[in-house]
């Protein structure tokens, strides 16, 4: 295995020390994505959010300070990503206002319509059968709430070999059943903003 592919396979299923690093990394890395989904304003104060593949935890720590009144899950396949994200919520987990779990976007442990709004930094590219997960995290979307993806374009077209234009991923939105989807590219950046509204 060459040294990139070992950096990829640490970037989807982190583990050890040197997953630990990835992670932190990725913290930083994403900030700037963080932030332009703040700006969006489409996270609430009252919202109950989800962040899928939350990492190391700095994007659920940006919406917990933007979210006084709501609550935060995030869950990632990684159990090294559960421990660092934690971790860096230590005060919002031991008050209960944050919650981390491991687990897969293929079968969120949550009852059906439960959350406001659900995303996804920089994760969706890695997900083993994109249709069938963006179904799921239907499934556990309240009516009107809104799912986003935010990524790196480079990076979908690096991971995936389907799902890789605005006009699929809105076929698949609309096949789903979302109402609306609205698709944005950050152009300078080179980011991808996706908003589906169940």
């Known amino acids: 295995m060459t040294i990139l592919q070992r950096l990829i396979e640490q970037a989807k299923h982190p583990n050890g020390l040197i997953g630990s690093i990835m992670l932190r ?27 899928i ?41 031991a008050s209960g206002k944050v919650i981390v ?33 963006v179904k799921e995290v239907f499934r556990v979307l309240k009516k009107n709430g809104q799912f986003i993806i935010i990524s790196e374009l480079y990076k979908i077209n690096y991971h995936r070999e389907d799902y890789k234009t605005n006009k699929e991923i809105r076929q698949l939105f609309d096949h789903v ?11 300078r950046n080179g980011w991808l903003y996706i908003m589906g509204t169940k």
Request: proline letters at 2%.
């Open 101 to 133: 779990k491991q687990a897969s976007v293929s079968n969120i442990p949550y009852p059906d319509a439960y959350f406001d709004k659900i995303i996804a930094c920089q994760t969706h590219y890695f997900w083993q059968d994109f249709a069938k997960d």
């Open 53 to 93: 593949g939350c990492g190391g935890g700095k994007t659920i720590q940006a919406l917990s300070r933007i979210n006084h009144h709501g609550k935060i899950y995030g869950i990632d396949f990684s159990e090294q990503a559960i421990r660092n994200a934690t971790k860096v919520n230590k005060k919002d987990v």
């Open 25 to 51: 990394i990725m913290n930083v890395a994403h900030r700037g994505m963080t932030s332009w989904l703040i700006e969006s304003g489409a996270i609430k104060n009252g919202d109950i959010v989800l962040d």
């Open 177 to 187: 059943g979302f109402q609306f989807v609205n698709i944005q590219e950050h152009k």
